[in-house]
């Protein structure tokens, strides 16, 4: 099966390497990291060479690594149905810069790329209708960045003197507590090995 990768990944070196910066055949599978501006050359490309026919967009999603200049990485994965064959395709962006959005290829890409750009805040250009899809619109925030905070930004409730939906602040109801195994909070028993449980034995003695 690596070998078969191995394969492809020359093929496509040979007819698009231009475009390719790097190939990796992992966990069963080939993934071609590409040039941002290429990314539209190379998914047509993937689509209808016969050395390739990655007829089928499977998804596209979004990964953060905050520590890179360029922090996203938005991957396509594809399938051939002919080959019996998947493959994954990542490009590399940073939050102000759009990546061509891919719709005319694979109009299945409309929803993906909404979503994320609606978790990540990626930017797809020449997308016919990018806007949120999964939050609010009046959502701050994306939620899958790495920086993005647990407890969210806003909390949303229904008011029923306003007979509306409200937005406020998130409050937490009590600060930061640590629980242990004696703690009421916790249920009762000891568990064996407990070194509080081990102080109190001493000090009764």
């Given at each position: 099966m690596t070998e078969i990768k191995n394969e492809l990944?020359?093929?496509?070196?040979?007819?698009?390497?231009?475009?390719?910066?790097?190939?990796?055949v992992a966990f069963g599978e080939l993934t071609l990291l590409v040039q941002r501006s290429s990314v539209l050359d190379v998914l047509k490309f993937l689509r209808d060479d016969p050395r390739a026919l990655f007829s089928v967009l499977v998804d596209i999603c979004g990964v953060d690594y905050p520590g890179r200049s360029e922090r996203f990485d938005v991957v396509y994965h594809l399938l051939s149905p002919k080959r019996n064959e998947r493959i994954r395709v990542k490009v590399r962006t940073d939050e102000v810069t759009p990546v061509d959005s891919c719709v005319e290829l694979f109009p299945a890409a409309n929803w993906f790329e909404r979503e994320t750009y609606d978790m990540y805040g990626v930017l797809f250009d020449n997308h016919p209708d990018?806007?949120?899809?999964?939050?609010?619109y009046g959502f701050a925030g994306h939620p899958l960045r790495k920086d993005f905070p647990l407890t969210g930004y806003v909390e949303v409730r229904y008011d029923d003197e306003l007979k509306r939906v409200v937005y406020e602040p998130v409050k937490l109801a009590q600060a930061f507590r640590r629980f242990d195994n004696l703690s009421p909070w916790e249920g009762g028993?000891?568990?064996?090995?407990?070194?509080?449980?081990?102080?109190?034995?001493?000090?009764?003695?």
């Open positions: 990944a020359r093929d496509l070196k040979e007819a698009i390497g231009d475009a390719i910066l790097e190939t990796v990018l806007r949120r899809i999964l939050t609010d028993g000891v568990l064996p090995g407990d070194e509080k449980a081990s102080m109190d034995d001493g000090a009764d003695g």
